[in-house]
C-alpha cells in the first residue's frame, strides 16, 4: 500500500516556474514506477510524466518535452515536476501516481488526491 500527497501547486502567471512535490509513505515507493497526469476542468486525465523505480528513465507528453522535468529522490520519498514557462492552458488538477512506467492511467494503482496549478495570462 502507497499513499500520495502532492504539494507545491498555486497561482502563477505566465511564464512562471512551480515545482511540485509528491510525497509517498510506505516502504515500497522505491519499486514504483512514478508517474504525473493532470486534468483540466471539462477535460479527460491526461499523462504528463513518468520516471522508473531507479529515477533513471522518463517519459514525457510530446506538447511537454522541454519545459517539465521529474524527477525522484527515493531516499525521501518523493517525486517532482519541475514545470517551466507555465502557460495558461497548462491550469490543471495536477496527479501525481504509482505504478507501472507507462502513460496510461490504468496502469497506475495509486493516486494523490491532486494539487491545483492556475496559470493566469
Known amino acids: 500500500q502507497v499513499q500520495l500527497a502532492e504539494t507545491g501547486g498555486g497561482l502563477v502567471q505566465a511564464g512562471d516556474s512551480l515545482r511540485l512535490s509528491c510525497a509517498a509513505s510506505g516502504r515500497t515507493f522505491s519499486s514504483y514506477a512514478m508517474g504525473w497526469f493532470r486534468q483540466a476542468p471539462g477535460k479527460e486525465r491526461e499523462f504528463v510524466a513518468a520516471?522508473?523505480?531507479?529515477?533513471?528513465?522518463?517519459i514525457y507528453a510530446d506538447s511537454l518535452k522541454g519545459r517539465f522535468t521529474i524527477s525522484r529522490d527515493n531516499a525521501k520519498n518523493t517525486v517532482y515536476l519541475q514545470m517551466n514557462s507555465l502557460k495558461p492552458e497548462d491550469t490543471a488538477v495536477y496527479y501525481c501516481?504509482?505504478?507501472?512506467?507507462?502513460?496510461?492511467?490504468?496502469?497506475?494503482?495509486?493516486w494523490g488526491p491532486g494539487t491545483q496549478v492556475t496559470v493566469s495570462s
Open positions: 501516481a504509482a505504478g507501472s512506467w507507462t502513460s496510461t492511467s490504468s496502469t497506475y494503482a495509486y
Open positions: 520516471i522508473s523505480w531507479s529515477g533513471g528513465d522518463t
